[in-house]
């Protein structure tokens, strides 16, 4: 069913398009940085784990690889990489209503509403970056009445 997509594809949309500007803004050396110089040290041919170290695993990685290979600046296609993985995400959990099992009795806009609430959330607001985790637990912990019918 069509119709049951439409507020993840909103959610996934509407973030990516709030969520581009900031694509150009606030170079943090620590994670833009640490994580640029690990897919750029991996790009040039050095092994992960052994000549180079990575905090965040090979996937994270190799996927940020694939965007180097982008014709702009290697730390502003990072930040692409980064915005399309929050909108990704946030599209992700939108769409938890629809495939989730009917024993959950989670709805797509119970499912959206979390999502939405996971977008504004999300440490690009704020300035700082806050662990997944924590963004995580705090959204189950103020919204676990609404995901449920």
Known sequence: MLVRRIPAGFVGVGFLAALWPFTRLDFDRHHDGYMLS?????HGGLDLHREVATRYGPLTTWTQELFLHLPVAP???LRIWTVLLLAGTAAI???LGRVAPTR???NVWASSG???MWALMCDRWLG???HCSLVASTNISFHPVDLFE
């Open 128 to 130: 700082i970056t806050l």
């Open 75 to 77: 730390a502003f296609a």
């Open 114 to 116: 979390a999502a939405v």
């Open 93 to 95: 959990i939108a769409d």
């Open 104 to 106: 959950w009795h989670l």
């Open 38 to 42: 690990v897919a750029i040290a991996h």
